[in-house]
């Protein structure tokens, strides 16, 4: 059974502090790494596709990393926004299913 | 553009009714995933599509769940017999023609089913 485990659960962040989170898949198989934003009553939304290992990827303030080879791929965000709160979920894919880590809730704090 | 579309948003049945959740994938996307949040939980996986063909139904219910992608209109998520459980939201995705882990896929906003 594919496993993909994010951590922390959740994260109260002070608004103007950077922060990472983590996000573990199994390191067989792996054909691509997803991260998504996923704000209240919204859909996820797409942030990163991650194929290759050592890749990093950066928009805005977000940025992310991959290693595939000990499998975990980590989200920044450096100097939080109030409108970074939402839930960062992480997606590994078997071929082309994708299955999902139950997420981290990222709430900034003004 | 418009993005994937879901409908409807709410859907409310009793127990033993039938479900329909409809989703309309991104223009010139032909492959549609479906995946289902319990309270609670995360996004699991349900079932894959392509136009007419159902590529991978590994996460469905076996029994009283359908999908279909037709040639013509939506994808239909088919429940039939509702019960308390059913109770969740189901999020439609969309991605290009090719489908592949790489491709990313846009979601729509999801159908919240609750059963009474």
Redesign the interface.
Known sequence: ILNVEQSPQSLHVQEGDSTNFTCSFPSSNF??L?WYRWETA?????LF?M?LNGDEKKKGRISATLNTKEGYSYLYIKGSQPEDSATY?C?F???????????TKLIIKP | NAGVMQNPRHLVRRRGQEARLRCSPMKGHSHVYWYRQLPEEGLKFMVYLQKENIIDESGMPKERFSAEFPKEGPSILRIQQVVRGDSAAYFCASSPALGQAQETQYFGPGTRLLVL
């Open positions: 054909y691509a997803h919204k859909s996820p939304e797409a596709v194929t979920l997606a894919a078997s071929n082309y299913q994708l299955i999902w880590g139950a997420g």
